[in-house]
């Protein structure tokens, strides 16, 4: 049996518009199982639905003294069984990147979905019972991810299902497991909850380190090279692929990037490990392409490897925003420089908007006009601006939120924002975002 509610006669409105269900469960019912129905809208991403009804006794008495116990279950609106908890969780929550313990996770689909309702138990002639169902929907996200790990398959210490529950627990949203030549892992990457895996490998060669992202065997032979032409067919042929490609610590004072040309990366690794040297000739290096013409997103990762050392997971993480979790998304996000790097997830947050355009887009310089910057997580932070014209200062060293509007010179080409922490020889680099693009006609768009 099949009772389907109507949400809009049944719900109380509450802050957020979202449905709740008085159900009243018979006492003839008891010790049967049907459903009630709702209705999922469109561009939904997560259902979460709870409920509620009096116990009355609860604990070991309940043993002692049977009470109200009714158990909750879902199907999808295909009809597809998704889990059952009988009583054990007042809520339970389904989206595509994880579930409630005991229900599958999917993609969420529109259409007639149906709490599984299990009479267990009726103390009196009914009982009544609330479910409230939160929808959450599409929108953009802002997602941390460390995009350079080790497992124990290369130099780290670690096995991959330990790497993810850490970064789960340092609240990272993606990683990426680059091993060094091997990419044996990525066909078999754990799952854990509300962690995404990206595929990747750090092709590692006497002349230089990069990171394939995005397919499990970037390489389908061997991955030696000899000379800069066997490089860049490698890297030609993973692009074929559907690699995405980064160039590692180029400034590295151990194993640098020796070639000159960086016409054939995708992205450019300017921030591994902590903050130091190395990690400022690298944003030297990126800006001085730039003033060439060159638009390579900007990433970070730790390079993390083991415990006790310098190099610390999830510091730094490359911020992105994007679409969804799913890691087609992130790496759509971060091929197009929607990001921007910064310390950790608790680091400083960027945003750059001008006009129509964000971080990584082209935009048409409009008279008037100005780049809005928006910072939060400051603490003691101060802001500079850099475009191919000049690098200034836009405040002193600031906490929490801050909005800026930065009107531009009519000739620049881009602009991107770092943030320093600290004054003078004790000053860092906190965050770097990547650049606003500028053209100052139409015409040049074509």
Same mark, same amino acid.
Request: proline fraction near 3%; aromatic fraction near 10%.
């Given at each position: 049996m099949c009772g389907v509610y109507n949400i809009i006669e049944d719900e109380k409105e509450r802050g957020d518009n979202l449905p709740e269900i008085i159900h009243?469960?018979?006492?003839? &019912?008891?010790?049967?199982?049907?459903?009630?129905?709702?209705?999922?809208? +469109?561009?939904?991403?997560k259902i979460t639905v709870s409920y509620d009804y009096h116990r009355g006794t609860k604990g070991f008495m309940s043993d002692l003294h049977p009470t109200n116990t009714i158990d909750i279950g879902l199907e999808d609106a295909d009809g597809r069984f998704l889990?059952?908890?009988?009583?054990?969780?007042?809520?339970?929550?389904?989206?595509e990147f994880g579930s409630t313990r005991g229900y599958l996770s999917e993609p969420i !689909?529109?259409?007639?979905?149906? *709490? *599984?309702? @299990?009479?267990?138990?009726?103390?009196?002639?009914?009982?009544?019972? &609330?479910?409230?169902?939160?929808?959450?929907?599409?929108?953009?996200?802002?997602? /941390?991810?460390?995009?350079?790990?080790?497992?124990?398959?290369?130099?780290?210490?670690?096995? *991959?299902?330990?790497?993810?529950?850490?970064?789960? +627990?340092?609240?990272?949203?993606?990683?990426? *497991?680059?091993?060094?030549?091997? /990419?044996a892992e990525n066909f078999n990457l754990p799952n854990i909850d509300g962690l995404?895996?990206?595929?990747?490998?750090?092709?590692?060669?006497?002349?230089?380190?990069?990171n394939f992202f995005g397919v499990a065997a970037p390489f389908e032979n061997s991955f030696i090279s000899n000379s800069f032409e066997e490089t860049e067919k490698l890297i030609a042929d993973a692009k074929k692929l559907g690699a995405l490609i980064s160039v590692n610590h180029p400034k590295c004072r151990f194993c640098p990037y020796k070639w000159d040309n960086y016409d054939c990366f995708d992205m450019m690794e300017i921030w591994n490990g902590p903050m130091r040297p190395s990690n400022l000739d690298a944003i030297k290096l990126w $800006?001085?392409?730039?003033?060439?013409?060159?638009?390579?997103?900007?990433?970070?990762?730790?390079?993390?490897?083991?415990?006790?050392?310098?190099?610390?997971?999830g510091n730094p993480v490359t911020a992105v925003y994007a679409q969804s979790r799913k890691a087609e998304d992130i790496l759509t996000s971060l091929r197009e420089g929607r990001s921007f790097v910064t310390?950790?997830?608790?680091?400083?947050?960027?945003?750059?908007?001008?006009?129509?355009?964000? !971080?990584?887009?082209?935009?048409?310089?409009?008279? @008037?006009?100005?780049?809005?910057?928006?910072?939060?997580? !400051?603490?003691?932070?101060?802001?500079?601006?850099? $475009?191919?014209?000049?690098?200034?200062?836009?405040?002193?060293?600031?906490? @929490?939120?801050?909005?800026?509007?930065?009107?531009?010179?009519?000739?620049?080409?881009?602009?991107?924002?770092?943030?320093?922490?600290?004054i003078g020889k004790f000053s860092a680099i906190c965050a770097v975002t990547n650049p606003i693009y500028f053209n100052q006609n139409k015409e040049e768009l074509n």
């Open positions: 009243k469960v018979l006492k003839e &019912k008891e010790g049967s199982y049907y459903t009630i129905g709702f209705t999922v809208p +469109k561009n939904v991403v889990g059952w908890s009988g009583s054990a969780h007042k809520s339970i929550y389904v989206d !689909m529109p259409g007639e979905w149906k *709490i *599984i309702v @299990g009479a267990y138990h009726v103390a009196g002639e009914s009982v009544e019972v &609330k479910y409230s169902i939160d929808f959450e929907y599409r929108k953009e996200l802002l997602l /941390f991810g460390d995009l350079h790990i080790h497992s124990d398959a290369s130099d780290g210490r670690f096995d *991959i299902h330990t790497l993810g529950k850490m970064a789960q +627990k340092a609240k990272l949203d993606f990683i990426g *497991i680059a091993n060094h030549n091997n /990419f995404t895996f990206i595929k990747a490998v750090e092709w590692t060669n006497y002349n230089g380190h990069i $800006t001085d392409l730039l003033n060439q013409g060159k638009r390579i997103p900007i990433v970070g990762g730790s390079d993390y490897h083991r415990p006790h050392s310098l190099a610390r997971l310390s950790s997830v608790d680091g400083v947050r960027l945003k750059l908007e001008y006009g129509k355009a964000v !971080m990584g887009e082209e935009a048409i310089f409009i008279p @008037g006009e100005k780049l809005r910057i928006t910072a939060e997580n !400051m603490k003691t932070t101060s802001l500079f601006i850099v $475009t191919d014209k000049y690098e200034k200062k836009l405040c002193a060293p600031s906490s @929490g939120k801050l909005t800026l509007n930065k009107e531009l010179d009519s000739d620049v080409r881009f602009a991107y924002i770092k943030a320093v922490r600290g």
